[in-house]
């Protein structure tokens, strides 16, 4: 018997069909069809403030399944926290009152909050914050003027390249540019915040001697020094000079054979920290090539230099390139070095604290302590000393502890410790890894901080500086 042939289109409708038929019972519902839905329509807080009369209504984001509120008086009953939401049909918050404890210095918290329909649920990531005065910068809404590898920003400036510059210095209003080959000169940072770039050059009559005649230097409240390189003999002293208008000839404040200083290292001019106060007294100190011994000068009014005095280097194996900067008019220091943990020391060398290795990145340089709108920052810029690593700025939260000694060590014991803010100057490797930071507080007519600048540069990366205002409550 011959069977009857169906076209292949029919007879898949057919099996179809027949499948539909059997299998109806197994099928699920759409999931938007289901009576069990789990939407949170509105939240409200019913209970906050200290009388527990004040309502605040959330902001839900449903696809983020988030949920945000207005800050919350401090002195709500958080440990009876209640809401009042509307959901989907036949669901509800699966508590009446949510239990809610902020630790010590605590402003934010996050709490899940469910909205149950069984057997289905659906979570909500509800953010608490608390109503108290804000402090320090907002680094969310900085303003970046970069001339860096990073391609975010403008080309890489010029003399930054080939290891002509290895110096640099930043004091909110100037940025100074040690450029070894092309001349020193000065950049108007009101001019580069506008995209302009006019090169203020600086006046090197009678700048002579050393390896190289120009290598380091600093700009400290409108003066300018630039150090040069040298060696321990009479045709190769260390220098410093000193400007408070770059078109004048230069005012030499240091020249020194240091062959004749007893105990003193051999190499000097690679790195220059100029630490001094409100009213230009302090240090100039510089590390030695080798990295074991400290040549330090007493500084007075800006330029008389006297008194050298030499010292062992605070850690060991910090590499050529290190730094002494004062926390503010104190008597106490930071030193780091490429290969060097942050360290806290006295102006002879001695640590009150030295840093694990491993806290932040060792290879961040220049390590300063900046104080703004009532809260405590470290910056670092690191050395990019191998093909697995950048260059790149870190600003770390260090206002917790009555002193720095003790902020240091709250960071050094995080388990996992997180910068407010970071920035990438990229590459390229560098064998030469000179790196700075710098910062500058702006006031308001009331004397009160109104906003931070913070500098960041280094050997053939270029160089960053940045503007934050003062966070501000919105709500």
Same mark, same amino acid.
């Given at each position: 018997?011959?069977?009857?042939? #169906? @076209?292949?289109?029919?007879?898949?409708?057919?099996?179809?069909?027949?499948? #539909?038929?059997?299998?109806?019972?197994?099928?699920?519902?759409?999931?938007?069809?289901?009576? /069990?839905?789990?939407?949170?329509?509105?939240?409200?807080?019913?209970?906050?403030?200290?009388?527990?009369?004040?309502?605040?209504?959330?902001?839900?984001?449903?696809?983020?399944?988030?949920?945000?509120?207005?800050?919350?008086?401090?002195?709500?009953?958080?440990?009876?926290?209640?809401?009042?939401?509307?959901?989907?049909?036949?669901? $509800?918050?699966?508590?009446?009152?949510?239990?809610?404890?902020?630790?010590?210095? /605590?402003?934010?918290?996050?709490?899940?909050?469910?909205?149950?329909?069984?057997?289905?649920?659906?979570? !909500?990531?509800? $953010?608490?914050?608390?109503?108290?005065?804000?402090? *320090?910068?907002?680094?969310?809404?900085?303003?970046?003027?970069?001339?860096?590898?990073?391609? #975010?920003?403008?080309?890489?400036?010029?003399?930054?390249?080939?290891?002509?510059?290895?110096?640099?210095?930043?004091?909110?209003?100037?940025?100074?540019?040690?450029?070894?080959?092309?001349?020193?000169?000065?950049?108007?940072?009101?001019?580069?915040?506008?995209?302009?770039?006019?090169?203020?050059?600086?006046?090197?009559?009678?700048?002579?001697?050393?390896?190289?005649?120009?290598?380091?230097?600093?700009?400290?409240?409108?003066?300018?020094?630039?150090?040069?390189?040298?060696?321990?003999?009479?045709?190769?002293?260390?220098?410093? !000079?000193?400007?408070? &208008?770059?078109?004048?000839?230069?005012?030499?404040? #240091? &020249?020194?054979?240091?062959?004749?200083?007893?105990?003193?290292?051999?190499?000097? *001019?690679?790195?220059?920290?100029?630490?001094?106060?409100? /009213?230009?007294?302090? !240090?100039?100190?510089?590390?030695?090539?080798?990295?074991?011994?400290?040549?330090?000068?007493?500084?007075?009014?800006?330029?008389?230099?006297?008194?050298?005095?030499?010292?062992?280097?605070?850690?060991?194996?910090?590499?050529?390139?290190?730094?002494?900067?004062?926390?503010?008019?104190? +008597?106490?220091?930071?030193?780091? *070095?490429?290969?060097?943990?942050?360290?806290?020391? +006295?102006?002879?060398?001695?640590?009150?604290?030295?840093?694990?290795?491993?806290?932040?990145?060792?290879?961040?340089?220049?390590?300063?302590?900046?104080?703004?709108? +009532?809260?405590?920052?470290?910056?670092?810029?690191?050395?990019?000393?191998?093909?697995?690593?950048?260059?790149?700025?870190?600003?770390?939260?260090?206002?917790?502890?009555?002193?720095?000694?003790?902020?240091?060590?709250?960071? &050094?014991?995080?388990?996992?410790?997180?910068?407010?803010?970071?920035?990438?100057?990229?590459?390229?490797?560098?064998?030469?890894?000179?790196?700075?930071?710098?910062?500058?507080? @702006? @006031?308001?007519?009331?004397?009160?901080?109104?906003?931070?600048?913070? !500098?960041?540069?280094? +050997?053939?990366?270029?160089?960053?500086?940045?503007?934050?205002?003062? @966070?501000?409550?919105?709500?």
């Amino acid at each position: 018997m011959k069977l009857k042939t #169906l @076209k292949v289109g029919t007879w898949a409708m057919f099996i179809g069909l027949l499948g #539909l038929a059997s299998c109806k019972e197994d099928l699920p519902e759409a999931l938007d069809t289901s009576p /069990q839905m789990t939407v949170l329509t509105s939240i409200k807080i019913v209970n906050a403030g200290e009388n527990g009369t004040t309502v605040l209504t959330g902001t839900i984001d449903e696809d983020a399944k988030t949920v945000s509120f207005p800050r919350i008086d401090p002195k709500t009953n958080f440990a009876n926290l209640k809401f009042e939401a509307v959901t989907s049909d036949g669901a $509800k918050l699966d508590k009446e009152v949510y239990p809610v404890t902020f630790d010590t210095d /605590q402003t934010e918290k996050v709490i899940v909050v469910k909205v149950v329909n069984s057997p289905r649920f659906r979570e !909500y990531l509800v $953010k608490l914050r608390l109503k108290v005065p804000v402090f *320090g910068a907002d680094f969310e809404k900085g303003t970046t003027y970069d001339f860096t590898n990073n391609p #975010l920003g403008d080309p890489l400036y010029a003399s930054f390249s080939g290891a002509a510059t290895r110096g640099s210095g930043f004091d909110g209003q100037k940025v100074l540019i040690v450029w070894r080959t092309g001349g020193p000169h000065l950049l108007d940072v009101a001019e580069l915040k506008k995209g302009v770039i006019n090169k203020i050059p600086i006046n090197i009559t009678g700048v002579s001697q050393g390896t190289f005649t120009v290598n380091m230097g600093a700009q400290v409240k409108g003066h300018t020094y630039i150090a040069n390189l040298s060696s321990n003999t009479a045709a190769s002293p260390l220098k410093v !000079y000193h400007w408070t &208008n770059p078109s004048s000839a230069p005012e030499v404040i #240091l &020249n020194i054979n240091v062959g004749t200083i007893n105990g003193a290292g051999v190499r000097y *001019g690679d790195n220059f920290s100029a630490s001094l106060d409100d /009213q230009g007294n302090g !240090y100039f100190f510089f590390g030695d090539n080798a990295a074991t011994k400290v040549l330090r000068f007493d500084v007075a009014n800006y330029t008389t230099v006297t008194n050298p005095t030499v010292f062992a280097m605070p850690v060991t194996g910090a590499g050529s390139w290190t730094s002494f900067n004062r926390i503010g008019n104190t +008597s106490e220091y930071l030193f780091t *070095g490429h290969d060097a943990p942050v360290a806290l020391i +006295s102006e002879s060398g001695v640590s009150a604290f030295t840093m694990s290795r491993t806290a932040i990145p060792v290879r961040g340089s220049d390590a300063r302590i900046v104080n703004f709108n +009532s809260e405590r920052y470290l910056i670092v810029t690191t050395a990019a000393r191998t093909g697995s690593e950048a260059t790149n700025f870190y600003v770390y939260d260090i206002t917790k502890g009555a002193n720095v000694k003790e902020a240091l060590t709250n960071l &050094n014991s995080l388990p996992t410790v997180t910068p407010v803010f970071q920035y990438s100057l990229m590459g390229p490797v560098n064998t030469s890894p000179a790196s700075q930071t710098g910062f500058y507080v @702006k @006031k308001d007519a009331a004397g009160n901080d109104e906003t931070l600048m913070l !500098y960041s540069a280094a +050997s053939d990366a270029g160089f960053v500086f940045f503007e934050f205002g003062k @966070k501000v409550a919105l709500d």
